[in-house]
């Protein structure tokens, strides 16, 4: 018998630091809006929306690369699951913008409600009620050196760090808190994807079976769930 999904359905991207979360999201996005046509919605929503803002003492630790961007407590997870709740309400929301460069907010985004809600991010696996919410959860692998690798490349490059802070942020903070916070949220996964990105087939696989669990059989029990909570007749049926 087919499987079929409560719309929006929530799928979470978890993993270390530039394991390639946000080139998997992407690809799985670009691939089934390609192949479910324009029926099917698809967004992603990214943690660092939810960290919460720093006062002037945080800023400037921040700014010398002693605050730890990577322990739980620098998330709201309230807002992140409320957020969560609005969009599977069938409501828009308003989200922060957020600029690492800056260590802030810089904005709102309005996120429309979709058919697929991709939320992405290193600790998105680690409050429950969080967890609890995705259909489907992905643990991307990749090798701690080729991640650090990456990260310098990126903080050095893109938001013009000095060296010497990003190591020693990555050996003081993002380091133990991924082994102690991050990594053991891998036990939730239900797909761990070796190498991230650059594995395609994991990415093909995943995506053509997000298509059979999104092809909600006609006259299903959930269909006039589904339509009472606002979707189109067009949506629900394949
Ligand atoms: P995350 O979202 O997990 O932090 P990203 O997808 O943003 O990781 O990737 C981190 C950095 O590494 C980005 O600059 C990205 O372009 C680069 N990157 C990601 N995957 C690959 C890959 N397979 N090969 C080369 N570079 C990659
Ligand atoms: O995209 P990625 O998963 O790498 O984003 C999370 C990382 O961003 C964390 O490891 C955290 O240390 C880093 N970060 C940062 N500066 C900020 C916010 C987050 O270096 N202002
Ligand atoms: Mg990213």
């Known amino acids: 018998m087919q499987k079929r999904v ?9 993993g270390g630091t530039a394991s390639g979360k946000s080139l998997v999201t992407k690809k799985i996005i670009d691939r089934l809006e390609t192949t479910a046509g324009k029926r099917k919605q698809v967004i992603s929503i990214h943690l660092d929306s939810f960290y919460k803002e720093l006062n002037e003492e945080n800023l400037r630790k921040a700014e010398a690369g002693e605050y730890d961007f990577d322990h ?17 309400a069938g409501h828009s929301v308003q989200i922060p913008k957020y600029d690492p460069g800056l260590y802030a907010r810089s904005g709102l985004i309005t996120i429309q409600p979709a058919d697929v ?17 995705f259909g489907m959860k992905l643990f991307v692998d990749t090798d701690a050196d080729i991640r650090l690798a990456r990260r310098v490349r990126r903080d050095v490059g893109q938001h013009n760090r000095p060296l010497s802070l990003v190591l020693q942020q990555y050996t003081r903070n993002v380091k133990p808190a991924f082994e102690e916070f991050c990594q053991p949220t891998k036990k939730w996964a239900d797909v761990i994807i070796p190498r991230g990105g650059e594995n395609d087939v994991a990415i093909d696989l995943l995506v053509q079976h997000i298509q059979d669990l999104l092809r909600t059989p006609r006259g299903s029990p959930d269909l006039e769930q589904d339509l009472a909570r606002g979707a ?7």
């Open 72 to 88: 739980p407590e620098a998330f709201d997870f309230d807002y992140l699951i409320e957020t969560l709740e609005k969009l599977d």
């Open 6 to 14: 409560r719309l929006p359905f929530f799928i979470g991207v978890a």
């Open 117 to 133: 809600i991709i939320v992405e991010g290193i600790l998105v696996f680690y409050d429950d009620r969080i967890r609890d919410k």
């Open 232 to 238: 189109s007749l067009e949506d629900t049926i394949e």
